[in-house]
């Protein structure tokens, strides 16, 4: 199936989207057939058929501390089990894509595209024009998000910011300007749009977003931006005061020089950073919580996390006096869990109580994470929590039932990962997707676990084909089955990125007569998605103007389409330097998507076969797609 490789290694390597024309404008490499989609209304087997609905739409779940209702279900009584966010709150039916928590007893999460928030209210941070008063259950965001779609929303202490088609937008508590609009002290109940228009972010594609207790960072065009409260430095920008609106995270001194930052974390008074596939932070470090291996109480400007030698990062979260990452080995593709910082509430989750000024491995060797790959992990003050192979696991202070475990002794120190308790009427036969930790509380989205007739629970990318389902980016074939040793052809994959990208719409349907590609028509069930790939800026129309919508996808091919994916509006990658600087023998620098290849390796998503080859030109299967928007989803994650 993958050659002399270990099926596992080789799916690392076996991502591939269709045939495109650069961004850059050199030709179409291996043109596909011109070949028609597929109808909706044809008799033949089709995927995502429009008469299967989706079954296990993700939904919220959360435990903790919830004075606050930051819960969302209806009640203030502190949890020490997984509750649903309350389907009464008008969530009922709607694909949950994203939850987070904040320090500040409030919750926000997107619902078929919206925003909605639950919990404390004092400072306008539900954004439902509202405050102070507070709300048990979800209510929409309102304002300039109102019915809008937004693509990302991270609660801070008593803030909130989301992301609506690339501009940003936060409300609640501007006291320390950390809602960017120029305007502090000026708090505001709906969302403002953070200065972009005539600011340092004019022109860019906002991508990523995090809200930290009083300053805010996000990503643009693959760059870190900051704003709010720079105590300590935590704005990055080489000095400290206050900032109303974004400033750069500095770069002069080489360290985030010319990288591409893929996720960034806001914490309380520090910040960490993903960027090429290594962990930065900044800001206070007075509990070693920017795992730097020095006693300096701060850092102005980004600077390398210690104990990662060797390992390539592919998720960090910073949270309380803390900080976590994901990384993996060159011989290694098992992502584990390393944490620093503060562990006297055991955070660090090493077995120990000793604080730890640079990265650990979370206790992993025995225990309930041993043998496992983690997709997801999340620190705050109370600790940490990961997600490995559908189930969710935490560590550090169990006070109010933080870690989820159903224990009855609040007081409870876990100095290494405890599974959260499944009950049987909220996660049996349920898998997590994703999670996430604050000071009080933990919050997360779990999905019915996806099956599949023609994959078994055994199957090498059982776990990656769950997450492609239960994102509900895939939903398979009308016969029930998945097909995941077939390539995937180039019309699927123009749905597979639309639904990653917008999480809980609707694949749209193409209007009027006049197509960008002569082989794709307006009744085929993918045309929407496949002009929507243009509009995005993944792919462009070439000069025969044929798209090959059942044709194979190659490998060289979906390492362009997932680098823009992630970094719209951002040039292709380019490889520099000689022969002996190529990470794989069969990709040169004359290779138009050498950079982008290489980008995927830098990040985790891949590394590439046995031998030390990529196989640019084979096609890729369908279980290996899955496995790579599985790596391409955790940088995101936070």
Not at 218 to 233: E, L, P
């Amino acid at each position: 199936m993958f050659r002399s490789a270990g099926p596992v290694k080789a799916a690392l390597g076996a991502l591939t989207l269709a045939v495109v024309l650069p961004l850059g404008g050199t030709a179409w490499a291996s043109a596909a057939p011109a070949v028609t989609a597929v109808p909706s209304s044809s008799g033949v087997l089709q995927e995502f058929p429009p008469t299967t609905p989706n079954s296990g739409l993700p939904f919220g779940i959360a435990w903790g501390d919830n004075l606050s209702g930051e819960a969302g279900n209806n009640d203030t009584d502190p949890l020490a089990e997984a509750v649903l966010v309350n389907g009464g709150s008008g969530l009922t039916g709607k694909e949950i894509s994203t939850v987070d928590t904040g320090t500040g007893g409030s919750t926000c999460g997107i619902a078929d595209g919206i925003g909605y928030c639950w919990g404390n209210n004092d400072s306008g941070q539900l954004g439902n024009d509202n405050a102070p008063t507070g709300s048990h259950v979800a209510v929409p965001v309102k304002g300039a998000l109102t019915g809008k779609r937004i693509s990302a929303i991270s609660v801070g202490r008593d803030h909130a910011c989301g992301i609506l088609v690339g501009k940003a937008y936060c409300w609640g508590d501007n006291s320390k300007g950390q809602l960017g609009n120029n305007n502090a002290p000026n708090d505001s109940a709906v969302p403002v749009a953070v200065r972009q228009d005539a600011g340092i972010l004019a022109g860019k594609t906002v991508t990523a977003i995090s809200a930290g207790d009083e300053h805010t960072c996000a990503i643009a065009d693959a760059k870190a931006y900051c704003w709010g409260n720079d105590g300590g430095g935590r704005l990055g920008n080489n000095t400290e005061g206050q900032f109303n609106k974004p400033v750069a995270v500095t770069a002069a001194d080489g360290v985030l020089g010319g990288k591409v930052v893929t996720s960034i974390s806001a914490a309380e008074a520090h910040t960490c950073a993903l960027a090429d596939g290594a962990a930065y932070c900044w800001g206070t470090n007075t509990s070693d919580q920017l795992g730097i291996n020095s006693g300096v109480p701060k850092k102005l400007v980004p600077t390398a996390v210690s104990g990662l030698a060797g390992k390539t990062v592919t998720s960090v979260s910073a949270g309380g006096l803390n900080g976590c990452v994901l990384a993996t080995t060159a011989n290694d593709s098992t992502r584990r869990a390393y944490c620093w910082g503060f562990n006297g509430n055991r955070a660090v989750g090493d077995g120990t109580s000793a604080d730890r000024p640079a990265a650990v491995a979370v206790k992993a060797e025995v225990g309930v994470l041993a043998g496992k790959s983690l997709s997801s992990v999340s620190v705050g003050r109370h600790g940490g929590c990961a997600v490995a192979v559908g189930k969710a696991y935490c560590w550090g202070d169990n006070n109010q039932g933080r870690l989820g475990i159903n224990s009855q002794n609040f007081a409870t120190l876990q100095a290494v990962p405890v599974a959260v308790v499944r009950p049987a009427n909220v996660l049996d036969s349920r898998r997590f997707l994703t999670i996430n930790v604050s000071e009080k509380s933990s919050a997360g989205v779990a999905v019915k676990t996806p099956h599949f007739s023609d994959v078994p629970t055994g199957y090498p990318f059982f776990d990656d084909i769950g997450w492609l389902s239960g994102s509900g980016i895939a939903q398979g074939f009308d016969d029930g089955s998945y097909q995941p040793t077939n390539d995937i052809d180039r019309q699927a994959m123009a749905a597979f990125l639309f639904r990653f990208l917008n999480p809980g719409v609707k694949v749209p349907a193409c209007k009027g007569t006049t197509r960008l590609f002569t082989d794709v028509h307006t009744p085929d069930l993918f045309c929407g998605a496949i002009e929507w790939l243009v509009t995005a800026k993944i792919t462009s129309v070439p000069p025969n103007k044929l798209f090959g919508p059942t044709g194979p996808i190659t490998r060289k091919v979906m390492a362009g389409f997932l680098f823009r994916a992630q970094h719209p509006g951002v040039a292709d990658q380019k490889c520099t330097g000689g022969v002996n600087d190529r990470l794989f023998g069969d990709v040169g620098a004359d290779n138009s998507q050498c950079g982008n290849i290489e980008w995927l390796a830098k990040v985790g998503v891949t590394v590439g076969f046995d031998g030390g080859t990529f196989h640019p030109d084979e096609a890729v299967h369908r279980d290996s797609m899955a496995a790579f928007m599985h790596r391409a989803a955790e940088l995101n994650s936070h």
